[in-house]
């Protein structure tokens, strides 16, 4: 069955920089985009960025360009997220999701939690 | 960038209610629409995709119907296990955006 396990969240202070990662297993990693979505405690989702499946094209959401880079590693079935220049408003729990085709999300991690405070 | 607006933010219904939810997009995103339930501590779960087609595994009682700008999200016989919130989002392009939310709640 799909899996997909987060990792890498914690406390970090604003101005730092964090690595997430994704780990896939149960379906062909490399055949697939992958998202990654946040959401603020007691707050909506937010979609965070997207990477086709071979990562040659990458979208962002405006309020994450140019701080997060979202990458994939198809040889260890690992998705990554590094956010740099953290800010207290990027404290959320963040989650990977599989995308199906075209921008929606079939099957989602349990989701790892970034805390961005001095 | 699209905004898409939930309504209302909360529903409280009662078991067997029919229930609907409505989606708002702020420009055409055609059929480009999917729903999502979420329970606390949980991550979203995929009920709708191309704003109808119902998700493998996912139960009759929920159907999707609309396209454009305005979308719905039906339960036709409310159950216990759908009090939760839910959300739409919008795949018309590459920087997705979902609504608000509407919590469901026990009447």
């Known amino acids: 069955q799909v899996q997909l396990v987060e990792s890498g969240g914690g406390v970090v202070q604003p101005g730092g920089s964090l690595r997430l990662s994704c780990a896939a297993s149960g379906f062909t990693f490399s055949s697939y985009g992958m998202h990654w979505v946040r959401q603020a405690p007691g707050k909506g989702l937010e979609w965070v960025a997207f990477i086709r499946y071979d990562g040659s094209n990458k979208y962002y959401a405006d309020s994450v360009k140019g701080r997060f880079t979202i990458s994939r590693d198809n040889s260890k079935n690992t998705l990554y997220l590094q956010m740099n220049s953290l800010r207290a408003e990027d404290t959320a729990v963040y989650y990977c999701a599989k995308d199906a085709g075209g921008g929606v999300g079939d099957y989602w991690g349990q989701g790892t939690l970034v805390t961005v405070s001095s | 960038d699209i905004q898409m607006t939930q309504s209302p933010s909360t529903l409280s219904a009662s078991v067997g209610d029919r229930v609907t939810i409505t989606c708002r997009a702020s420009q055409s995103i055609s059929s480009w629409l999917a729903w999502y339930q979420q329970k606390p501590g949980k991550a979203p779960k995929l009920l709708i995709y191309k704003a109808s087609s119902l998700e493998s595994g996912v139960p009759s009682r929920f159907s999707g119907s609309g396209s454009g700008t305005e979308f719905t999200l039906t339960i036709s016989s409310l159950q216990p296990d759908d009090f939760a919130t839910y959300y739409c989002?919008?795949?018309?392009?590459?920087?997705?955006?979902f609504g608000g939310g509407t919590k469901v709640e026990i009447k």
């Open positions: 989002q919008q795949y018309n392009s590459y920087s997705l955006t």
